[in-house]
């Protein structure tokens, strides 16, 4: 496979216009390997005769499939131990005695890839919050990829991924062994409902959340991009919510929505008093 | 930081000790679970010990039970390195007193991850 620099320009629109996702040029050779599968399920006997295709078939659903494969899944469990704890340590006890009338949380996982974020996050809920039991939580999952959102909402896992980031105690408590997967008790996996959403597009309808996890996501945005971003998932918070992002992201000073502040070894941001 | 290898293949060891050593820990390594227990009980200052299930004299799961109830290096971390993967047994070794434990085949990184929750890394 391989095609022209005026196809892979081609390609970067694409992604780019229907998942705000910004592919630099020198990483060319992740078309190659992303959208084999793709090009191949199109009919297209290489990457070339696929965006020729492409540039002809305007359809909504080739393009999505192209912006789809190329979104990066990265992800583990607890990733990033210090948001973890934060979460344990502060965030979650403000928003616990904030909401002590209405006995409701809403947490939304944005950007969820396979889902074990939300699933960490309900974890996390069981084994120190033993209060939250008869309250009303809700964690919810979105992503831009359907295969991704499936497999989550699966809450099965191979060795490889529950090897990541998953203490062993957690693993025999909350997740039971299935041959050579792991999968995710039904206690948590009711906790927990995923739903495909692209961060860019119209959301679709969800609760008001009292607390977003949006990382590592934002750093492939442009700059325009990644204000609307935080525009909306701005207008999904609560006032007195909270907003985490990724270690090495920061919700630019430009948009006046957010308020960092810094606990328990992190940054996170809450809604600014007059937007 | 310094951690104690043990495991009865020379490889492993030796692969083992270079992720361990890329990471920053020093090491040291032991053949089976009685030669690991001789070198704590010889040996002051291991912060973390990487441990095998399988192997001839003492078997991992022994070893730990041995070094907890004697009280050797009692803030040392141990993590049990093993295909096995049932559930009642990583739960036994976890009431032996394991920390942690870490199927093979696992990703160097997935070594680090365990690594940093056991605060041994930042």
Redesign the interface.
Same mark, same amino acid.
């Given at each position: 496979m391989g095609c022209s620099d005026s196809d892979y320009d081609y390609l970067r629109q694409v992604v780019l216009a229907r998942s705000a996702n910004r592919i630099d040029p020198s990483r060319n050779s992740l078309f190659e390997a992303k959208l084999k599968p793709v090009a191949r399920a199109a009919g297209a006997a290489n990457l070339e005769e696929f965006v020729s295709l492409l540039r002809i078939d305007q359809t909504p659903h080739l393009q999505r499939a192209v912006a789809e494969a190329m979104t990066i899944h990265e992800t583990?469990f607890?990733r990033d131990?210090k948001v973890f704890d934060a979460l344990r340590e502060t965030i979650l006890p403000r928003l616990i005695a904030a909401n002590a009338a209405s006995r409701s949380l809403r947490i939304w996982s944005a950007a969820c890839s396979t889902g074990q974020e939300a699933y960490s996050v309900a974890m996390l809920l069981r084994e120190h919050f033993p209060a939250l039991a008869d309250w009303d939580v809700q964690i919810a999952g979105t992503d831009i990829s359907r295969p991704v959102i499936e497999y989550a909402k699966l809450g099965r896992y191979r060795?490889?991924e $529950?090897?990541?980031?998953l203490?062993?105690?957690m693993? $025999?408590k909350y997740l $039971?062994?299935d041959g050579e997967e792991w999968e995710v008790l039904p206690k948590l996996r009711s906790m927990c409902a995923f739903q495909c959403a692209n961060l860019c597009g119209p959301l679709p309808k969800m609760p008001v959340f009292d607390l977003v996890l949006l990382r590592n996501v934002l750093l492939y945005f442009t700059e325009e991009d990644r204000s609307i971003v935080f525009r909306d998932v701005r207008r999904q918070m609560t006032s007195d919510g909270y907003l985490v992002l990724g270690a090495s992201e920061q919700a630019e000073d430009s948009t006046r929505l957010f308020q960092p502040e810094f606990a328990t070894g992190c940054y996170f941001y809450r809604p600014s008093a007059a937007p | 930081m310094r951690a104690l290898i043990v495991d009865d293949s020379r490889f492993i060891r030796q692969h083992l000790r270079q992720l361990l050593e890329h990471i920053g820990l020093s090491c040291e390594e032991a053949n089976d679970g009685r030669e690991a227990l001789r070198k704590l009980r010889d040996s002051e200052g291991f912060d973390f010990m990487l441990l095998d299930v399988n192997m001839p004299q003492m078997s991992g799961l022994e070893c730990v039970k041995t070094l907890r109830d004697a009280g050797l290096h009692p803030p040392m971390k141990v993590m049990m390195v093993t295909t096995e &993967?049932?559930?009642s047994f990583?739960?036994r &070794? *976890?009431e032996y007193g &394991?920390d942690?434990? *870490?199927?093979k085949?696992?990703?160097p990184?997935?070594l680090r991850?365990k690594l940093?929750?056991l605060g041994l890394v930042a």
């Open positions: 583990s607890f131990c060795r490889m $529950v090897n990541r980031g203490p062993a105690r693993l $025999v $039971v062994r | &993967a049932d559930h990583i739960r &070794a *976890l &394991a942690e434990f *870490l199927m085949p696992f990703t990184e997935s991850e940093m929750m």
